[in-house]
């Protein structure tokens, strides 16, 4: 009961404060239909601001994952293009030995056929030390991770494709295996399967839920046409004797050049014999003449290595073309997640800040009301 008081007009402050509190709401309502937004402030809703931010990271997460994972079946794809145009050469370089083998030519032709050889040989290291991603040496190269001074034609660092031994000491910085994340997240799990040396590398087990390591093995002229093996004619010729001028040239019983003696014709042979078997990947199984075997045969060679190296890259990028599709479908199903607690239902909205603007109308004008109540007094002085 207000009575007839003039200090306080208590009417008015009722309508004030209910017009007070429908404004509110209707900024409130303006500013969420205004952003497509139901949280804006801590204040709309504490609890589900942290359970929306958390899926906000979630999603940002798996959106760059997939752009990683993007990335690597790009990296996969330049590595299978080089390898292809490898195995091109390889053909060719097949079809030269055999050409050769046959004695309807004589030296001087068979040395010409041996120049195209050696020049396709050249052209299979080109295309090792090209080949990058990003600046980065895709494939490894004879003479890596070797010691100060060390002649880098006498070593190569042969790789089982695709498994875990190293391709040389400075296998990280040349680049040819690649960490790539391809998860929003870094568990405990993924740092259990972390090997920071692998052998001279860094690299993922397959018990990495977020993270996978692509290796990629020694493909240059060294590690498609040599395996443990050694010419003995030239020191440092990791490739039996093959080079631009005397690829096919006749040997002798040492391994040097003799084409003038007809008695070593028998050496060319087994010496193209050779070459042809390391082409097809079967490893020579006993020594040659002009050749001597330094350890046992292990890697595949020539168009085995080559095939076996993309049936690796054909695999991995089957498989992160399953991640991609997989983090594609789960930045949908968590962006949902984080849009049903985050965003606003403009159709239950507008009805809220049409039901506040309405009250907003009414205090007002029952704001106006209760100040002419007070007029009313004046009546008891008349």
Same mark, same amino acid.
């Given at each position: 009961?207000?009575?007839?008081?003039?200090?306080?007009?208590?009417?008015?402050?009722?309508?004030?404060?209910?017009?007070?509190?429908?404004?509110?709401?209707?900024?409130?309502?303006?500013?969420?239909?205004?952003?497509?937004?139901?949280?804006?402030?801590? !204040?709309?809703?504490?609890?589900?601001?942290?359970?929306?931010?958390?899926?906000?990271?979630?999603?940002?997460?798996?959106?760059?994952?997939?752009?990683?994972?993007?990335?690597?079946?790009?990296?996969?794809?330049?590595?299978?293009?080089?390898?292809?145009?490898?195995?091109?050469?390889?053909?060719?370089?097949?079809?030269?030995?055999?050409?050769?083998?046959?004695?309807?030519?004589?030296?001087?032709?068979?040395?010409?056929?041996?120049?195209?050889f050696g020049q396709l040989?050249?052209?299979?290291?080109?295309?090792?030390?090209?080949?990058?991603?990003?600046?980065?040496?895709?494939?490894?190269?004879?003479?890596?991770?070797?010691?100060?001074?060390?002649?880098?034609?006498?070593?190569?660092?042969? !790789?089982?494709?695709?498994?875990?031994?190293?391709?040389?000491?400075?296998?990280?910085?040349?680049?040819?295996?690649?960490?790539?994340?391809?998860?929003?997240?870094?568990?405990?799990?993924?740092?259990?399967?972390?090997?920071?040396?692998?052998?001279?590398?860094?690299?993922?087990?397959?018990?990495?839920?977020?993270?996978?390591?692509?290796?990629?093995?020694?493909?240059?002229?060294?590690?498609?046409?040599?395996?443990?093996?050694?010419?003995t004619g030239e020191a440092?010729?990791?490739?039996?004797?093959?080079?631009?001028?005397?690829?096919?040239?006749?040997?002798?019983?040492?391994?040097?050049?003799?084409?003038?003696?007809?008695?070593?014709?028998?050496?060319?042979?087994?010496?193209?014999?050779?070459?042809?078997?390391?082409?097809?990947?079967?490893?020579?199984?006993?020594?040659?003449?002009?050749?001597?075997?330094?350890?046992?045969?292990?890697?595949?060679?020539?168009?085995?290595?080559?095939?076996?190296?993309?049936?690796?890259?054909?695999?991995?990028?089957?498989?992160?073309?399953?991640?991609?599709?997989?983090?594609?479908?789960?930045?949908?199903?968590?962006?949902?997640?984080?849009?049903?607690?985050?965003?606003?239902?403009?159709?239950?909205?507008?009805?809220?800040?049409?039901?506040?603007?309405?009250?907003?109308?009414?205090?007002?004008?029952?704001?106006?009301?209760?100040?002419?109540?007070?007029?009313?007094?004046?009546?008891?002085?008349?």
């Amino acid at each position: 009961d207000v009575g007839m008081r003039i200090n306080h007009n208590i009417s008015a402050m009722y309508a004030a404060n209910a017009n007070g509190a429908a404004g509110n709401a209707v900024s409130s309502s303006l500013m969420k239909l205004s952003t497509g937004l139901r949280i804006n402030n801590a !204040s709309d809703d504490a609890a589900g601001l942290g359970v929306s931010e958390n899926l906000r990271k979630e999603v940002l997460g798996s959106t760059q994952a997939a752009k990683n994972t993007q990335d690597a079946i790009s990296l996969l794809n330049i590595a299978d293009g080089a390898l292809n145009e490898q195995s091109s050469i390889l053909q060719r370089m097949r079809e030269l030995v055999v050409q050769a083998m046959n004695d309807t030519y004589t030296q001087t032709e068979r040395d010409y056929m041996g120049t195209e050889f050696g020049q396709l040989t050249s052209e299979l290291d080109r295309i090792a030390n090209v080949t990058n991603f990003n600046g980065m040496r895709i494939f490894g190269i004879s003479g890596e991770g070797t010691a100060a001074g060390a002649d880098p034609s006498t070593v190569t660092n042969l !790789s089982q494709l695709g498994g875990a031994q190293p391709l040389g000491a400075t296998e990280v910085g040349s680049g040819h295996y690649f960490d790539i994340m391809t998860g929003a997240d870094v568990t405990a799990a993924d740092n259990a399967a972390y090997d920071p040396t692998g052998g001279g590398t860094s690299e993922y087990g397959n018990a990495a839920p977020n993270f996978m390591t692509i290796k990629f093995g020694q493909m240059d002229a060294d590690g498609l046409l040599t395996t443990d093996m050694a010419y003995t004619g030239e020191a440092n010729d990791t490739l039996y004797g093959v080079s631009a001028t005397n690829a096919f040239s006749m040997v002798d019983a040492t391994g040097a050049a003799d084409p003038l003696h007809a008695a070593n014709y028998a050496n060319i042979q087994a010496k193209l014999g050779t070459l042809l078997q390391l082409i097809d990947g079967q490893s020579p199984t006993s020594a040659t003449q002009g050749f001597t075997f330094n350890g046992t045969l292990s890697d595949p060679t020539g168009l085995a290595r080559v095939n076996q190296m993309r049936s690796f890259i054909g695999a991995q990028t089957n498989s992160l073309q399953h991640t991609l599709s997989n983090l594609q479908v789960s930045i949908i199903n968590q962006q949902s997640a984080e849009s049903a607690i985050r965003d606003v239902d403009f159709a239950s909205e507008t009805a809220v800040l049409t039901k506040n603007q309405i009250l907003m109308s009414s205090s007002t004008a029952m704001l106006a009301q209760a100040n002419t109540l007070q007029n009313s007094v004046l009546k008891l002085l008349q």
